[in-house]
């Protein structure tokens, strides 16, 4: 594989359009490798498959290889797919109603309805515990304020996800849920001791690390873990916790490098080549705009000798081994978007939720 095209594996993208024309051109130049559909990609379920089918053609025939197409589709109040596909409701009350079997179904059939419509990696779950009351930027997108009840439910939803089909993403890592600020914004700092955060954040992603497909790095400071004034996504020794104590050896990506945690201390490509080097694999930006500085900044570097081909080799092996369980073993699509059966099970999951008082 041709180093440019190597390089451009590493790199998720947003795009502006419902049509592959907006994208078309950073998959020609850059060889980006992988997708992330918002808000203003979604249209009908007929668009969204005519538009993921479009782009894993282009990506063949520009690669030879397919895309992961990812989205962020937790339930609550971050989702990206609306009516007619199911409506789930927050991470919160399926961890209040508690049952492990609602856990894994409602992954099951969050990840039938994305790959009905070509999407093969969900940004989620959240695995974070939120025991800091005034934290408003998880908030109910985590499962529970404690380790135990995120725990109770988390590894069901993950396997409800891989059920269907889809790649789950477990975030954000180490910990997001004991912060006040929010790391769209600015820079935050996680303010707890190694061993608070072993009781609490760090608890949840032990429960998943031999079973989710992803893992992504919070962009916040964690300086009991790492003091070096770097966010978990950019720390080599955040990511080497992540693999050598907690286990997880698949893809590692960052959060957006678009954040303000990021964007007021790096530039976007300066941050993509620090996270390369730091051990991280994917490579995340909602803006296509950033696809151009992230590539050239990573070719820059390489050919400086600021990095290694064998970190990017690294890489991109994990990245390629995903795409290729996902699109050469994928499952055909299940049942419809928005099917009788699905809308039954959310009505049910509702009822649960109201018999046990879980209705925030």
Request: with cysteine.
């Amino acid at each position: 594989m041709p180093l440019s095209v190597k390089v451009g594996q590493l790199i998720m993208a947003g795009f502006p359009g419902t049509t592959s024309d907006a994208v078309a051109g950073l998959i020609s130049r850059y060889h980006l490798g992988n997708i992330v559909l918002v808000g203003n990609n979604i249209g009908s379920p007929d668009d969204v498959l005519a538009l993921t089918n479009d782009l894993q053609k282009l990506a063949q025939e520009e690669n030879a290889e397919g895309l992961l197409i990812a989205l962020d589709q937790e339930g609550g109040r971050v989702k990206r797919l609306p009516s007619p596909w199911v409506q789930f409701p927050p991470a919160r009350e399926i961890g209040c109603i508690g049952v492990q079997e609602f856990a894994r179904q409602t992954g099951q059939v969050a990840g039938e309805e994305m790959l009905a419509v070509g999407i093969n990696v969900d940004l989620a779950p959240v695995a974070d515990v939120v025991d800091n009351p005034a934290n408003q930027v998880i908030g109910d997108r985590a499962f529970g304020t404690t380790s135990d009840a995120v725990g109770n439910v988390l590894p069901s939803y993950v396997s409800g996800l891989t059920e269907s089909g889809i790649a789950s993403t477990a975030k954000h890592f180490p910990g997001h849920g004991s912060t006040e600020g929010d790391s769209h914004d600015g820079p935050v700092l996680v303010e707890k001791s190694r061993e608070q955060l072993e009781s609490t954040q760090l608890a949840p992603f032990r429960s998943i690390a031999k079973t989710a497909d992803l893992f992504m790095m919070a962009n916040v400071d964690v300086p009991a873990l790492d003091n070096s004034g770097v966010p978990a996504g950019l720390s080599s020794a955040m990511v080497s916790l992540l693999r050598d104590d907690v286990g997880f050896h698949g893809v590692v990506m960052t959060d957006s490098l678009s954040m303000g945690a990021i964007q007021e201390r790096w530039s976007t490509g300066d941050a993509a080549v620090m996270a390369l080097n730091a051990g991280v694999d994917l490579l995340l930006t909602s803006s296509g705009d950033d696809v151009g500085p992230i590539h050239g900044a990573i070719i820059a570097a390489l050919r400086e000798g600021r990095l290694s081909e064998a970190r990017v080799d690294d890489a991109l092996s994990r990245i390629i081994a995903l795409k290729r369980r996902l699109l050469e073993e994928r499952l055909p699509p299940i049942g419809e978007v928005g099917s009788p059966g699905h809308r039954a099970f959310v009505r049910y999951l509702q009822q649960a939720a109201e018999r046990r008082g879980c209705d925030y």
